[in-house]
């Protein structure tokens, strides 16, 4: 089992008012398996994708993450943000690249933070660049491209490290129906091809039929 979340809790405090998102759930995922996650808006979707990821923490010590066996938050801080950037992928419905970097650049990011070579970064950011189909790209900023070529960026960054473990929280979500559809065929062909685990969140029930697996998220569980 590569992602294992047991029993995962997490409130947040709004003004006085506890909301719990969180009530003990659970996930199981295979290496090389898609999941879906769906629910309604401010079900904690993206909250638990921040907790399997190791972004945010779930509350107390109720819970567990485990990823390829290891306790993620039994670890200290920076050995977890370690484990997070070698072990972890992820893909944002809003993009997240660096404008003040150009597209490569951004795709070496987070190998670069983890303490590998420029030249072997460098080769690795070109193959992905290639394959998301925006090599022609390479030294333009985020700001030069359309939405679906920086969602293409988004996902090589995501691959970038070869994690085991690749976290889609509405990756087609900014997308237009034809562009979307693309981007998430390459999502899919490029984890499967490599083994990856890949639980993506998801409105769309469409969309969500494309994985082996759709869970919802509903009152804190998922069922």
């Given at each position: 089992?590569?992602?294992?979340?047991?029993?995962?809790?997490?409130?947040?405090?709004?003004?006085?008012?506890?909301?719990?998102?969180?009530c003990g759930a659970s996930l199981?995922?295979?290496?090389?398996?898609?999941?879906?996650?769906?629910?309604?808006?401010?079900?904690?979707?993206?909250?638990?994708?921040?907790?399997?990821?190791?972004?945010?923490?779930?509350?107390?010590?109720?819970?567990?993450?485990?990823?390829?066996?290891?306790?993620?938050?039994?670890?200290?801080?920076?050995?977890?943000?370690?484990?997070?950037?070698?072990?972890?992928?992820?893909?944002?419905?809003?993009?997240?690249?660096?404008?003040?970097?150009?597209?490569?650049?951004?795709?070496?990011?987070?190998?670069?933070?983890?303490?590998?070579?420029?030249?072997?970064?460098?080769?690795?950011?070109?193959?992905?660049?290639?394959?998301?189909?925006?090599?022609?790209?390479?030294?333009?900023?985020?700001?030069?491209?359309?939405?679906?070529?920086?969602?293409?960026?988004?996902?090589?960054?995501?691959?970038i490290n070869d994690p085991a473990?690749?976290?889609?929280?509405?990756?087609?979500?900014?997308?237009?129906?034809?562009?979307?559809?693309?981007?998430?065929?390459?999502?899919?062909?490029?984890?499967?091809?490599?083994?990856?685990?890949?639980?993506?969140?998801?409105?769309?029930?469409?969309?969500?039929?494309?994985?082996?697996?759709?869970?919802?998220?509903?009152?804190?569980?998922?069922?």
């Open positions: 089992m590569l992602i294992e979340a047991d029993n995962l809790h997490k409130t947040y405090v709004l003004k006085r008012n506890k909301v719990p998102v969180l199981h995922v295979d290496a090389g398996e898609t999941v879906a996650i769906i629910g309604r808006s401010g079900a904690g979707k993206s909250t638990l994708l921040h907790i399997l990821g190791g972004i945010d923490r779930p509350d107390d010590a109720r819970g567990s993450v485990r990823i390829a066996g290891q306790s993620m938050y039994t670890l200290s801080s920076s050995a977890r943000t370690r484990m997070r950037a070698e072990r972890i992928g992820f893909v944002f419905q809003t993009y997240h690249l660096l404008n003040e970097m150009d597209v490569l650049e951004n795709v070496m990011l987070p190998a670069r933070a983890a303490g590998a070579s420029r030249t072997a970064t460098l080769a690795r950011a070109q193959e992905l660049l290639q394959a998301v189909g925006v090599s022609a790209r390479a030294h333009h900023t985020p700001l030069e491209l359309s939405g679906g070529e920086q969602q293409r960026v988004a996902i090589a960054r995501a691959l473990v690749v976290l889609a929280d509405e990756p087609t979500g900014n997308l237009d129906t034809e562009t979307g559809a693309t981007v998430l065929r390459l999502l899919f062909d490029l984890t499967r091809s490599r083994g990856h685990a890949l639980v993506m969140v998801t409105h769309n029930d469409a969309t969500a039929a494309t994985c082996d697996r759709t869970l919802r998220l509903h009152d804190g569980l998922l069922v």
